[in-house]
C-alpha cells in the first residue's frame, strides 16, 4: 500500500483552473477520475490529512501510486471529459451503476435480418428495441395480442430454420400471428416494416394505428365487405385494450424522465419513469455500490451521465424534461450536454408539487422496494453469507470459524428508559427464537459503557450458569421472549421421557460478540467478558459514522472495504440490533407515560389494579371505601387491602390526588 506522501505533487505545481484528474495504480491502471473547479483545491483535500479522510477515500488514496490532471477551458469541458474517462477506463473507485435484471422486457432484435419479437432479461443488446419493464403475466399477454395486428417473427432461431428447410410454417403461422417470412409469404422488406410498426406502437404512436385500422374498417363496410371488417374490429379492439393499460399520469403532452433514489451508507437504488404523451411508458432500476464519497447531487450527476451517455437508442430519445429528487451538481453544465445530445433544450428539474411531485413520490416508493429487494436475496444467498462470514473472519484474524454472532445495542432517551437488545445470527442468517430484551436500571443506565458492561455480565453470568447446571441445549426449542408472558424453565434435568427437557436461556456462547459503538463500548464488552473468565469469545464495535470495526485495547479500527460482504453482514446485524431495541424502548416508554395513584401498593399487579377499579368505578370510591369493603373486589384479601388503604391514605397526605393520566394524551384513564 503506497504512502500518499510519496506521489503528492507540490502546490504549486498544481493550476487553480478547471480539469479533470486521475489517480493511477503501481501498473498504470486508472482507478479513479474525478473532476473540479479549481484543481489545486480538490487535489490538496487528498493529500493534506489522509487519516482524516473517509474510509473509501483513504483507502483510494493508498491504492494510488501517482496522480495526473487535465486543464479544460470550462466546467462543461470537464464534464464532457469525464464521463468519456469514465466510460474508457472503467475505474474501480468510482459509482457505477449496474442494471436491474429483475423485471423481464419486450424486446425487438431490429438488429437480424427477420427481427424477432420476445421476452428478455439480463444485459442489453446491440440493434434491440426494449420495452418494459413488465410483470412477467402482462408482458406475455401483451405480446400475444399485439402479434394478431402485428404479426412479427416471434419463434427461435432453430425453429425458424427448420420452417425454412421443410417449407411448413409453424403454429403461429396457420393462426395468422406471424407473417411466416420463413416460407416466403412477405419480403423481409415488408416484415421490417412490420417490425417497425409494433416499435412504434409501444413507443407511444398507438393512436395513429387505431386510427388507421378505423377508417380501413369503415373502407370495408362501405364495400360490403364485412368479414375483413369484423377482423379489423377485433384488431382494434386488442390494440384499444394494449393501450388502455398504461394509465395517464400527466397532461398529454408531457414527455419526462422521473428519477428518484433510496439510499443508504453501503448502496443506493435508483428508479426511473419515462413518460412519453402522459403515460408511463417504460421502467428501469439501477442498483449502485457506494464506493466513492458521493453526495447525492453527485450520484444524481453521475447517473444521467451514464443513461443518457452510453446508450445511443436512448440519446435519441431524451425527452424536454428531466425530474430529479435533487439538482445535480453543475446542474447548469449538464443541462448544457444533455441539450447538445439530444438537438434541443432539455430542462433538469426537481418538482415540489402537484402531479409531478405524486408520479416522482410513486417512484422513490419503487427504488426503496428494489432496495429492500436486493438486500434480502443478497441476504438470502448461502454463497454470499458464507463469503461475508469467511471475509470477516480473515478481517478480524479470528481462528475459529463464525458459527454463532450476538450484536448488543443500547436505547434510550436522554437516559430514561434504558434498555437493551441481544439479537443472534446463526450461519449469516438471524435466529429469532435467541433474541433478547434487557431492562436497565440503577448505576447502570448512568452512560452507554456501563449500560454495554451490565448487559455483557448478565448474559454471560446465564450462560456460566446455565453450564454449571450442566443444562442441555435443545436446539429449537428456546421460547421466544418476545411473547408476552414467555418464561423459561430453570428446573434439572430429568430422565422421564415424558417430562419435557428444561429449556437453556443462555447456554450457547456466540463466537463472536458485536457491540454498537466505538472503542468505548468495546472496551467495557470486553472488561466484562474478562472479569467473568471468558477468554474464547471475541469482540468487537462497529462505529455508525464511518462504519469503522473496532478491537478491545486497539488504538486504530480496522477498516474493511466498502464492497466488502463482511462488513454488509456487520452492518446487517447491528441495525436489527438497533431495530429491536427501539421497539422494545417505544414499548417501556409508552407503559411509563401512563401513570396511576395505585401503582405503588406492593403486590397490587396490573390485572388486580383493573379488577379494583372495575368493582368500584373510580378512585374516589376506592378512596372512601374501608379495608373490609376492598377485600369484596375480586382477588382482593386482607392484607392487600389493608396496603391499598394505607397507600391511599399516605398519597391524599402528601396531596397526590390526582386520578390516573396517560402522559401522552392527557387523557384521564380512572376517575
Request: charged share 25%.
Amino acid at each position: 500500500m503506497a504512502d500518499p506522501a510519496s506521489y503528492r505533487p507540490q502546490t504549486g505545481e498544481i493550476p487553480t483552473t478547471p480539469g479533470v484528474y486521475r489517480f493511477r495504480d503501481p501498473h498504470g491502471r486508472v482507478i479513479y477520475v474525478g473532476k473540479a473547479k479549481n484543481l489545486r483545491s480538490r487535489l490538496n483535500s487528498y493529500f493534506a490529512n489522509p487519516a482524516g479522510l473517509l474510509p473509501k477515500t483513504h483507502a483510494m488514496v493508498h491504492a494510488a501510486s501517482s496522480v495526473e490532471w487535465t486543464m479544460v477551458a470550462s466546467e462543461l469541458e470537464s464534464l464532457q471529459l469525464e464521463y468519456t474517462w469514465i466510460k474508457e477506463f472503467k475505474p474501480r473507485f468510482n459509482v457505477v451503476f449496474r442494471d436491474d435484471k429483475t423485471y423481464p422486457y419486450l424486446a425487438v432484435t431490429m438488429g437480424e435480418k427477420y427481427p424477432r419479437v420476445q421476452v428478455m432479461r439480463g444485459e442489453r443488446r446491440k440493434g434491440t428495441r426494449y420495452f418494459g419493464p413488465y410483470t412477467a403475466g402482462a408482458i406475455r399477454e401483451t405480446m400475444d395480442t399485439l402479434l394478431r395486428v402485428f404479426p412479427v417473427r416471434s419463434c427461435s432461431a432453430g425453429v425458424f430454420k427448420r420452417a425454412e428447410s421443410s417449407g411448413r410454417p409453424c403454429l403461429l403461422g396457420y393462426i395468422d400471428k406471424c407473417s411466416a417470412p420463413c416460407v416466403g409469404r412477405v419480403t423481409p422488406e415488408e416484415h421490417r416494416g412490420l417490425a417497425e410498426d409494433f416499435c412504434s406502437f409501444m413507443g407511444g404512436e398507438a393512436k395513429r394505428f387505431i386510427s388507421r385500422l378505423e377508417k380501413e374498417m369503415s373502407a370495408a363496410v362501405a364495400e360490403l365487405d364485412y368479414e375483413r371488417a369484423a377482423g379489423l374490429r377485433d384488431d382494434i379492439i386488442a390494440l384499444r385494450k394494449v393501450f388502455e393499460r398504461n394509465a395517464v399520469v400527466l397532461a398529454e403532452d408531457t414527455d419526462a424522465d422521473v428519477f428518484a433514489l433510496h439510499e443508504d451508507e453501503l448502496e443506493a437504488s435508483v428508479q426511473v419513469f419515462h413518460v412519453r404523451g402522459g403515460r408511463v411508458r417504460g421502467q428501469r432500476g439501477w442498483v449502485v455500490e457506494k464506493v466513492e464519497d458521493a453526495t447525492t447531487p453527485e450520484l444524481i450527476e453521475h447517473l444521467l451521465q451514464q443513461v443518457y451517455g452510453e446508450d445511443s437508442e436512448v440519446q435519441g430519445r431524451i425527452p424536454r424534461e428531466v425530474l430529479v429528487p435533487e439538482n445535480p451538481s453543475n446542474h447548469a453544465e449538464l443541462g448544457e450536454w444533455l441539450a447538445g445530445l439530444r438537438g434541443a433544450r432539455v430542462d433538469i428539474r426537481v418538482p415540489q408539487r402537484g402531479d409531478k411531485a405524486a408520479l416522482m413520490s410513486t417512484v422513490r416508493e419503487n427504488a426503496e422496494q428494489a432496495l429492500k429487494l436486493h438486500k434480502t436475496r443478497r441476504a438470502g444467498d448461502i454463497t454470499v453469507r458464507s463469503m461475508a462470514l469467511q471475509e470477516l473472519q480473515e478481517a478480524l484474524e479470528i481462528p475459529v470459524p463464525l458459527l454463532r454472532i450476538e450484536c448488543f445495542d443500547i436505547s434510550h432517551v436522554q437516559g430514561t428508559n434504558v434498555v437493551a437488545s441481544m439479537v443472534v445470527v446463526e450461519d449469516g442468517l438471524p435466529k429469532k427464537s435467541d433474541y433478547r430484551k434487557f431492562s436497565i436500571t440503577g448505576a447502570a443506565a448512568a452512560d452507554d459503557t456501563a449500560a454495554m458492561h451490565d448487559v455483557l455480565t448478565r448474559r454471560f453470568r446465564h450462560y456460566l450458569n446455565d453450564k454449571a447446571a450442566q443444562v442441555p441445549i435443545i436446539s429449537g426449542e428456546i421460547i421466544n421472549p418476545t411473547r408476552s408472558g414467555a418464561k423459561t424453565t430453570t428446573d434439572a434435568p430429568t430422565s422421564d421421557p415424558d417430562v419435557p427437557a428444561p429449556k437453556a436461556k443462555f447456554a450457547y456462547p456466540p463466537n463472536l460478540v458485536v457491540v454498537d459503538g466505538g472503542q468505548p463500548q468495546v472496551n467495557a464488552a470486553a472488561r466484562a467478558l474478562a472479569e467473568l473468565g471468558i477468554d474464547d469469545v471475541y469482540v468487537v464495535g462497529l462505529a455508525k459514522r464511518l462504519e469503522e470495526v473496532w478491537l478491545p485495547d486497539s488504538d486504530f479500527p480496522v477498516i474493511l472495504p466498502r464492497t466488502s460482504q463482511g462488513l454488509y453482514l456487520l452492518q446487517r446485524i447491528r441495525d436489527e440490533a438497533h431495530r429491536f431495541a427501539i421497539t422494545f424502548h417505544r414499548q417501556k416508554r409508552g407503559k411509563a407515560m401512563t401513570v396511576s395513584v395505585l401503582d405503588g401498593v406492593p403486590g397490587l399487579g396490573e390485572a388486580k389494579r383493573k379488577a379494583l377499579v372495575a368493582h368500584f368505578g373510580s378512585l374516589k370510591k376506592i378512596k372512601a371505601a374501608s379495608v373490609e369493603e376492598l377485600t369484596s373486589a375480586k382477588g382482593i384479601g386482607p392484607a392487600l387491602a389493608a396496603a391499598v388503604s394505607q397507600h391511599l391514605g399516605a398519597s391524599a397526605d402528601a396531596g397526590e390526588t390526582a386520578p390516573a393520566v396517560n402522559m401522552t394524551t392527557g387523557e384521564i384513564l380512572e376517575s
